[in-house]
Structure formats: structure tokens, C-alpha cells
Nanobody, 126 residues
Framework: QVQLVESGGGLVQAGGSLRLSCAASGRTFNSYTMGWFRQAHGKEREFVAA????????YLADSVKGRFTISREYGANTAYLQMNSLKPEDTAVYYC???????????????????WGQGTQVTVSS
């Protein structure tokens, strides 16, 4: 079992930055891929970014490339999503997820993740 707790969401003006954190517990941190997804009101949950078990490979959705960065810190058992140059269309609930299927890369489907956090709201005002 893996428990995931997100933090760092909030209200920010367009062009601003936020850093989301996902604290993991329960299973060896380097045994799963970490991902971030988001779900805007009335829309399906969509992939944002993923980092592999070693932290050496990352994959980002086209909509956030050049603006968002995903990373993981093993000492803190935490994954991060650094979000810069935020736009109103980035407004959504952001979810952290963990996948034990290490051979699947990049892992961009919601069905490919085994554990989910509760989500944190990000609101970008224009």
C-alpha cells in the first residue's frame, strides 16, 4: 500500500508560480513511477507529468512543456510539480499518483496508476 498526500495548491495570478508536493509513505519510494494529473470542473482527468523510479526520466504533457517541471526527492519520499508561467486554463484539481508498473513508460493513463492522493486545488486568475 502507498499513501499519497498532496499540498501546495492555492490561488495565483496568471504568470505566477506554484510548487505542488506529494508526500508518499507505505512502500519503498524508488519502486514506483510518480505522476501528476489534473481535472478541471466538468472535464475528464488528464495527464500532466510523470517521473520514473530513478528520477532520471521525466515526461510532460504538451500543454505544460516548458512551464512545468516534475522531480522527486528520495530523502523526503516526496515528488514535486513546479509550475511556472501559470495560465487560467491550468485551473484544476491536481492529483498525485503512483504506479508499480515500472516497465510502462511513459505512463500517461489514469488506469496505469495504482494509488492516488486526495487532490489539491489550483486556481489561476486572469
Amino acid at each position: 500500500q502507498v499513501q499519497l498526500v498532496e499540498s501546495g495548491g492555492g490561488l495565483v495570478q496568471a504568470g505566477g508560480s506554484l510548487r505542488l508536493s506529494c508526500a508518499a509513505s507505505g512502500r519503498t519510494f524508488n519502486s514506483y513511477t510518480m505522476g501528476w494529473f489534473r481535472q478541471a470542473h466538468g472535464k475528464e482527468r488528464e495527464f500532466v507529468a510523470a517521473v520514473n523510479w530513478s528520477g532520471l526520466s521525466t515526461y510532460l504533457a504538451d500543454s505544460v512543456k516548458g512551464r512545468f517541471t516534475i522531480s522527486r526527492e528520495y530523502g523526503a519520499n516526496t515528488a514535486y510539480l513546479q509550475m511556472n508561467s501559470l495560465k487560467p486554463e491550468d485551473t484544476a484539481v491536481y492529483y498525485c499518483a503512483a504506479s508499480i508498473a515500472l516497465s510502462r513508460w511513459p505512463n500517461t493513463r489514469t488506469s496505469g496508476y495504482d494509488y492516488w492522493g486526495q487532490g489539491t486545488q489550483v486556481t489561476v486568475s486572469s
